[in-house]
């Protein structure tokens, strides 16, 4: 009779970073995390290091635009932009549009789909834009164009549907 499976348990946070750099130390990096990465919000802080010049309109609909510099911490090993660091950026831009949209209301990501239509090598600046596509009571759908500065050639567009939390009524 074959053993009964382990029942697997949500790590905690430590243990989660115990096993991190451990499959790290056996892939042959050796290091510590910085202080920075043990933060709650390291993730937005590292987008928006990423990211600069953003303005927000407030026209009939509203856009945010920004300014992504291609530096080598966000590229992959070809030397562009990592697709990973492209759905972070369109994520947050896409948020932003959407609280721009539907005000402080607590939303989540409910769907993120990203086209690769080419890449940004390395040291090239990419012009980010965002709007929204539909506001309606419970949903905001936003589109994020990523387009190389020089040339305006399109590189990456994605569609973000972020869902409105209702309100409890007591």
Not at 7 to 16: D, F, K, Q, T
Not at 125 to 136: A, D, N, P, W, Y
Not at 154 to 169: D, K, Q, W
Request: proline share 5%.
């Amino acid at each position: 009779m074959a053993p009964l499976p382990e029942e697997r348990r949500r790590p905690s946070p430590a243990e989660s970073g115990e096993w991190t750099l451990r499959f790290l130390q056996a892939l042959g990096v050796d290091g510590t995390l910085p202080a920075s990465a043990e933060r709650p919000d390291a993730y937005s802080a590292l987008v928006r290091a990423l990211l600069y010049s953003a303005t927000v309109s407030s026209s009939p609909t509203p856009r945010v635009s920004c300014t992504l510099s291609v530096s080598s911490a966000a590229t992959n090993a070809y030397n562009t932009l990592h697709g990973g660091a492209v759905a972070a950026v369109a994520e947050a831009v896409g948020m932003a549009c959407a609280r721009a949209a539907a005000g402080d209301k607590e939303m989540f990501l409910g769907e993120l789909s990203t086209a690769y239509l080419s890449s940004a090598r390395l040291d090239s600046e990419v012009e980010v834009e965002g709007e929204i596509l539909r506001k309606g009571r419970s949903v905001v759908v936003t589109k994020v164009e990523f387009r190389l500065k020089d040339s305006k050639k399109l590189c990456y567009t994605s569609r973000a549907t972020f869902y409105i939390m209702p309100v409890a009524s007591l």
